[in-house]
């Protein structure tokens, strides 16, 4: 069955230095899609980034890199230069097989950007 | 900029009530979802629905109906509040295309029962 992990429930972090969240999945499916969300106390759902199963390069978005690594079936997000707002919950995502509507969750990092 | 729209924000059963949570999006998303997040567990899906008149079960669908009518609305049903049911609730759209399975998510409703 597909799964995601992730063993850091929570991390710490200086400000503007860099994060890596981990992030594991096990699936049999070929095409798949990972996703990166942020949940700020606020709340919402925010996206971040994402990857597909096929995609050679790693994705990026901004200050956001996914580290893919298809072998070891891994997705980590890696944050650089970390800022205070960067303080989330932060939760790792798989889509099932080529269609949409259904993510399975990871239980999530709590990262905490320190001044 | 509406996106995908939750109500009510809080809401507050005695066991046993019913209730319905009303989702609607106006990106004509073919996909839309529902998910309750309790702390440590991240988010499960609870149903989900690929088009209008088309619904299927999630991993917890238990105590809970619902149906698409039209592609704008997707509504959540509690027939029988339990306490086991306090939880924060998303609904989510995505579609075909882009980043396929990417989420949309509402603000989320907040529900206890007491």
């Known amino acids: 069955a597909q799964k995601i992990t992730q063993t850091q429930p929570g991390m710490f972090v200086q400000e503007k230095e860099a994060v890596t969240l981990d992030c594991t999945y096990d699936?049999?499916?070929?095409?798949?899609?990972l996703f990166w969300y942020k949940q700020p106390s606020s709340g919402e759902m925010i996206f971040l980034i994402y990857?597909?199963?096929?995609?050679?390069q790693n994705a990026t978005e901004g200050r956001y890199s996914l580290n893919f690594q298809k072998a070891r079936k891994s997705a980590n997000l890696v944050i650089s230069a970390s800022q205070l707002g960067d303080s989330a919950m932060y939760f790792c995502?798989?889509?099932?097989?080529?269609?949409?509507?259904?993510?399975?969750f990871g239980q999530g990092t709590e990262l905490s950007v320190k001044p | 900029n509406a996106g995908v729209t939750q109500t009510p924000k809080f809401q507050v059963l005695k066991t046993g009530q019913s209730m319905t949570l009303q989702c609607a999006q106006d990106?004509?998303?073919?996909?839309m979802s529902w998910y309750r997040q309790d702390p440590g567990m991240g988010l499960r899906l609870i149903h989900y629905?690929?088009?209008?008149?088309?619904?299927d079960q999630g991993e917890v669908p238990n105590g809970y109906n619902v149906s698409r009518s039209t592609t704008e609305d997707f509504p959540l049903r509690l027939l029988s509040a339990a306490p086991s049911q306090t939880s924060v609730y998303f609904c989510?759209?995505?579609?075909?295309?882009?980043?396929?399975?990417?989420?949309?998510f509402g603000e989320g409703s907040r529900l206890t029962v007491l």
């Open positions: 989510a759209s995505s579609r075909s295309g882009g980043k396929i399975g990417e989420l949309f």
């Open positions: 699936t049999s499916d070929q095409s798949y899609g």
């Open positions: 990857q597909g199963s096929y995609d050679e």
């Open positions: 995502a798989m889509r099932e097989g080529s269609g949409g509507g259904k993510l399975i």
């Open positions: 990106m004509n998303h073919e996909y």
């Open positions: 629905s690929v088009g209008a008149g088309i619904t």
